[in-house]
C-alpha cells in the first residue's frame, strides 16, 4: 500500500484529527466518520492515533516502555489488523515508517498465526441453542475453508481448514457444531453439492433453502438466454 503525503495538512490539523480521533474511540462508525470528513483513509487515522498513543505513553511514563519492542507493540499490531483492517504488508511497513522493530512482514505474519492458533475454531455454548445457518466454502491457496455463521449476530460458528468439501466432510463439521450444543433448524447457503449433502445427512429434517444471492445470480445468467430468445 502506498502512501501520498498531504502537505495540506498543517500540524495543527492533524492534531486536531488525532484528538478527534482519541475522543471517539470505541464509537462506532465514527473513525470512517472522520475519515471521510478529512478525506483520509482509515489507516492513516490509525496511524496518527498510534503515533500519538505512543508519545503520550514516553511522555507520561516513569520509565520508558518501549525497552521491550515486541511486547510493546504486538498489542498495536492487533490495533491495526482488527480495528484498521490493515493488511499484514500495511502494518510492516507502518512499523518501517515509524523505526519500530520488529517490522518485518514474517514476523508479524508469524505472530498473528500464534495468536490465531490459540482461538478454538467452535464456539461452546453451555445449553443447546437453536440457530438457522449459513454455510459456504472459502479457498486459500486452493484449499478449502468450510464456515459456518449465524446470520443475525454474524457470529462465526465454526471456521475450519479441509482437505476437501466433500460430504462427508461437511457432515462432520456440522456434527461438530452439534456436539457443541448447536441444533440447526434451518439452513441458506448455495448449491454447493457436498455443503447440501452433508447438511441433510447431519440433519434430515431441518430445511434448506438457497440464498438469495446466489438464487438472483443465477437468474441474472439466463437473462441473455432470454433475451436472445425474445
Known amino acids: 500500500m502506498k502512501f501520498i503525503r498531504r502537505p495540506d495538512f498543517t500540524p495543527q490539523t492533524r492534531i486536531h484529527i488525532v484528538t ?26 490509525y496511524q496518527l492515533l498510534l503515533a500519538a498513543t505512543v508519545q503520550l505513553e514516553v511522555l507520561f511514563s516513569a520509565q520508558h516502555r518501549m525497552h521491550s519492542p515486541a511486547a510493546s507493540l504486538e498489542p498495536l499490531a492487533l490495533l491495526l489488523r482488527l480495528e484498521g483492517n490493515c493488511s499484514i504488508a500495511s502494518i510492516s511497513a507502518i512499523f518501517k515508517r515509524l523505526g519500530y ?9 508469524e505472530y498473528f498465526q500464534y495468536y490465531g492458533q490459540g482461538l478454538p475454531s467452535t464456539l ?11 454455510g459456504d466454502e472459502i479457498f486459500a491457496i486452493h ?13 462465526r460458528l465454526r471456521i475450519e481448514l479441509a482437505t476437501d468439501r466433500s460430504a462427508s466432510t461437511w457432515k462432520a463439521h456440522f456434527e461438530t457444531l452439534h456436539d457443541h450444543h448447536f ?8 448449491r454447493g453439492v457436498g455443503l447440501v449433502a452433508g447438511y441433510r445427512e447431519a440433519h434430515p429434517e431441518a ?24
Open 101 to 109: 522493530q520488529p517490522n518485518s512482514v514474517g514476523h508479524l505474519s
Open 20 to 45: 478527534l480521533a482519541w475522543l471517539n474511540q470505541g464509537v462506532y462508525g465514527k473513525m470512517t466518520q472522520i475519515a471521510q470528513a478529512y478525506r483520509i483513509s482509515r489507516t492513516l487515522l
Open 124 to 134: 461452546s455454548m453451555p445449553s443447546t441453542t437453536v440457530v438457522f445457518y449459513l
Open 143 to 155: 484449499t478449502p475453508i468450510l464456515v459456518t455463521i449465524e446470520p443475525q449476530s454474524t457470529a
Open 207 to 230: 430445511l434448506w433453502v438457497r440464498d438469495q444471492f446466489h438464487a438472483f445470480h443465477d437468474l441474472f445468467t439466463l437473462r441473455p438466454q432470454w433475451e436472445r430468445k425474445a
Open 183 to 190: 441444533s440447526s433448524i434451518s439452513m441458506a447457503s448455495d
